[in-house]
């Protein structure tokens, strides 16, 4: 990781923990949108700590699906998140206040452009994050578990 990318991982993750705690005093009712797109905030739990983390994402939707993207706020490296996911890819998706239990899988190759698409309408940033970054940004679905 450069000195910048260092930087930026301390800075989103005191962010992060703060857009965390916002959303949940309010009941899902403020910060439900970050530059211009929806926010979802999704538990994983650390594949070495087995610690329980909250990341707030933004998400668009895929029928019933949450799609989100692992672009790490443009640093060269994949987030924990996604990382702790493909360990142990069954987690929870708090959106609006509301709880939902999900399993993560990589979007497909033939879903993987409209979804991009999808999520450069609501958050322009990511073709910014993908152009600074020497990996592809996976995109990870979300599919909720029948109770």
Not at 39 to 53: A, D, E, F, I
Not at 58 to 74: E, I, K, Q, T, Y
Not at 124 to 137: M, T
Request: net charge positive; proline share 3%; hydrophobic share 40%.
């Amino acid at each position: 990781m450069t000195g910048r990318d260092r930087v930026l991982t301390v800075v989103s993750k005191y962010a992060a923990k703060g857009h965390v705690a916002l959303h949940r005093r309010s009941g899902g009712r403020l910060v439900r949108t970050f530059r211009g797109g929806d926010v979802l905030l999704l538990s994983h739990t650390g594949r070495t700590s087995g610690r329980t983390y909250t990341t707030p994402v933004l998400h668009v939707r895929d029928d019933d699906d949450f799609v989100v993207a692992a672009s790490n706020g443009g640093i060269d490296a994949e987030p924990q998140w996604w990382q702790n996911l493909q360990v142990d890819p069954r987690t929870t998706a708090e959106v609006g206040g509301r709880r939902v239990d999900v399993v993560a899988a990589e979007v497909s190759d033939a879903d993987r452009q409209r979804l991009w698409d999808a999520l450069m309408a609501k958050c322009p940033a990511y073709d910014g994050y993908q152009a600074g970054v020497s990996r592809r940004i996976a995109l990870v679905r979300l599919t909720p578990v029948a109770a």
